[in-house]
């Protein structure tokens, strides 16, 4: 077990660091939106475990579930950092199957992660309060306190430590788990571990695409990918200049049509081309 103790730790670590409120890397930008990502996440346990390949692995099953996941005013449906760092963490720890992990991230992410999340913002209005009576009393020591120190120490004790603990120790219980439920059950797991991910990226495209034509693309990237094979750098190469394409013709349709005022004798048409309009 000690040689879960530094990969565990470290898991606790970078978990801390993906918090929105962390601010040292960079805020939101480097920390929430970087660190705080399962894919990302899924290489930094690979590299605390010394297994990259099975860690990514892990991480891109479980940012396929939570690839539309959203935060609507504070309220979410389940703690992506914690889901991503505590699924994937246990996940290494015990089979590196990225069905494990998803499974674990789904759960521990609408478990333990809302709970925490939740008591976090708890404690956080308590020292939003401190630090609001420190400023009316012009104290500068107990607003730096309050404001930055407390909640700090706060987040790092409710996203690290329990972190840390649940790969630490969470090892032989998970391992337990698998080896006595019987094979069926896991073999269900591991085929929903497989949805999951279809579900997540479905709910994405229910966000993004707000025209039916738009499939269109999609169903032409999984063409190239599935049939062409193509590899995925060069359909986001494809992807990028249809994309601009797309963009171009749009803009243009949706220009105001020139005012009469333009379109008197002093208004020439230098330009010579010719541009057939139902290309666009």
């Known amino acids: 077990m000690n040689n879960l103790f530094f990969p565990a730790l470290l898991t606790g670590i970078f978990c801390y660091l993906g918090a929105i409120e962390s601010p040292w890397l960079f805020g939101m930008s480097g920390g929430f939106y970087i660190v705080g990502r399962p894919l990302v996440a899924g290489l930094l346990v690979g590299l605390a475990f010394g297994d990259v390949k099975n860690g990514i692995l892990c991480g891109l099953a479980v940012q396929a579930v939570f690839i539309a996941n959203l935060s609507t005013g504070g309220a979410t449906n389940s703690e992506i950092t914690y889901a991503a760092y505590g699924g994937i963490g246990l996940a290494m720890a015990t089979t590196k199957n990225p069905a494990i992990a998803v499974t674990l991230a789904i759960f521990i992410g609408q478990t ?41 120490i706060t987040t790092f004790l409710l996203r690290a430590v329990p972190v840390f603990l649940a790969i630490f120790y969470g090892k032989g219980l998970v391992n337990w788990l698998i ?17 999951l991910p279809a579900l997540g990226i479905a709910m994405l495209m229910s966000i993004v695409i707000k ?70």
């Open 179 to 195: 080896n006595s439920i019987p094979t069926i059950v896991t073999h269900i797991i591991q085929v929903l571990g497989g949805v």
């Open 211 to 280: 025209n039916k034509a738009h499939f269109i693309f999609f169903f032409a990237g999984f063409v190239l990918l599935a049939f062409a094979k193509l590899s995925m750098i060069a359909i986001v190469f494809i992807a990028a200049l249809v994309a601009y394409l797309y963009y171009v013709a749009t803009a243009k349709n949706n220009q105001p049509a020139a005012s009469s005022a333009d379109s008197g004798p002093e208004a020439v048409d230098t330009d010579d081309t010719y541009e057939d309009e139902d290309l666009f």
């Open 112 to 152: 333990f992660g809302l709970i925490f999340y939740n008591g976090r913002m708890a404690l956080y209005s308590f020292w939003n309060t401190r630090a609001e009576k420190a400023a009316h009393n012009n104290d500068d020591r107990q607003i730096v306190l309050n404001h930055l120190v407390y909640p700090q």
